[in-house]
Nanobody
Framework: QVQLVESGGGLVQAGGSLRLSCAAS????????LGWLRQAPGKEREFVAA????????IYADSVKGRFTISRDNAKNTVYLQMSSLKPEDTAVYYC???????????????????WGPGTQVTVST
C-alpha cells in the first residue's frame, strides 16, 4: 500500500519561500512518477510539478516555472517542492500524488494519479 505524507506547509508573506516534503512509503518507487498538485478554495485541483523517480525528468505548470523546483531524495524516499517568490495566488492545499508505472509522459492532470497524500495548507499573505 502506497502511503504519501506531506509536510512543510504554513503561512508566508508574498515574495517568501517554503519547502514542502512528501514522504513516500509502501513500495519501491522505481518507475513511478511523483507529483505535486494544488487546490484553492472554490477551484479545481491543478497540476504544479512532477518528477520521474528514476532519471529525474521533471515538468512544471507554466504558472510556477522559474519559481518552484521539484526534486527527490532516493535514499530518503522523499520528494520536495521548493517554492520561491510566492504569490497570494499560490495559496492552496498542496497534495503529493503518485502515478504507477508504466508512464511514458509525465502526467499533468489529477485523474492520472493513483495515490494521494492528505495535503498540506500553504497560505501566502499580501
Amino acid at each position: 500500500q502506497v502511503q504519501l505524507v506531506e509536510s512543510g506547509g504554513g503561512l508566508v508573506q508574498a515574495g517568501g519561500s517554503l519547502r514542502l516534503s512528501c514522504a513516500a512509503s509502501g513500495r519501491t518507487f522505481s518507475g513511478y512518477i511523483l507529483g505535486w498538485l494544488r487546490q484553492a478554495p472554490g477551484k479545481e485541483r491543478e497540476f504544479v510539478a512532477a518528477i520521474r523517480w528514476s532519471g529525474g525528468e521533471t515538468i512544471y505548470a507554466d504558472s510556477v516555472k522559474g519559481r518552484f523546483t521539484i526534486s527527490r531524495d532516493n535514499a530518503k524516499n522523499t520528494v520536495y517542492l521548493q517554492m520561491s517568490s510566492l504569490k497570494p495566488e499560490d495559496t492552496a492545499v498542496y497534495y503529493c500524488a503518485a502515478d504507477e508505472p508504466p508512464t511514458a509522459v509525465l502526467p499533468m492532470t489529477s485523474y492520472e494519479y493513483d495515490y494521494w497524500g492528505p495535503g498540506t495548507q500553504v497560505t501566502v499573505s499580501t
